[in-house]
């Protein structure tokens, strides 16, 4: 049976360096944190007309990382033929040069210290995907169910030939060094386990017989001194082996909830009871419609803050 998402046929998954993962591990969780954020997000496809600052900002940084190790490529992705670094970074910020500048000159800083970095660049913002039997569960009622994650970078390491996985973050400093990576929340982080599982399950499909050794996160400043940490992340085991169990958990509860959607059914503002609405980061993007007073209000607050994308996904 082919793969599907929702029940639709898989036609084509994404390939742009600025864009999220069709149905990835951000959309998964989501579904767990909050009905009403997963709607939004994943299924009207809202996204805000001015991201947080720290959010353009990555997303810069993470252009000038994608175009530069591109052209390591055999071949160059059909993104980097389409358009130019400076035209896609014009569309992610239009109006704040200093900004635009400002990951360039990171980016350069970055280069210098990893001029002659062992490993060679394989895939850049690329999307993987397996199905929910390819992860474990080949009697699952969902197992032609489909699920995605985007790397920012995959390498080949030097000598064993090893696959690893880099993913870009980047963040502002308090003090004079980077958190450990090690012995911090990277160790049960859902990302890391999630794109490994999705990745290695690819790679075994393809029948390539080297393995995906790791998850290592680059860290970057956003502004000067620029300073930069590269850290591989141990995944704890007892996370990693559970992956398969919480994607089928997730597949059963956003068929439900779009069951439920279809029913004309309204989304919970659960996130609440999880303390989502309001994190390290600040509040949640939708607050300001999950708390206006009427209806008229939450679409004024839709209608002027936030832009929306076609998801595919049918109602």
Known sequence: MPAH?????LVQLRSNP???STRGGHRLQSIATCEMHWFLRYVLGCREVFPKPWLVQGTLFHLCA?????EQLVRLPDWALERTLTQRMRDVCPH???WRQGA?????????????????????EVERWATLGELGHPDHHLRDELVTCKNDLEVALPETGEIGIVDFKTQALHGSSFPSAVDGAWRIDWQAAYNLTITRAHYRREGIKEPVRGFMIVRATRKPPFKFDRSVVPVAQGIYTQVPGLVA???ENENRLLASLRRREKPRRDGVLRGACYSRYGACEFAGV????????????????????????KL
């Open 104 to 124: 360039v000159d990171c980016f350069a800083a970055y280069k210098r210290e990893h001029e002659n970095e062992p490993f060679r660049a394989i895939a850049v």
């Open 290 to 313: 999950c708390s206006a007073p009427s209806v008229e209000a939450k679409k004024s607050e839709l209608e002027t803050n936030f832009v929306r994308h076609d998801t595919g996904i």
């Open 66 to 70: 994608a175009y530069y190790y591109a």
């Open 18 to 20: 600025d864009g999220p």
């Open 249 to 251: 958990l997730a597949l």
């Open 96 to 98: 704040i040069e200093e």
């Open 5 to 9: 998402i929702l029940g639709e046929p």
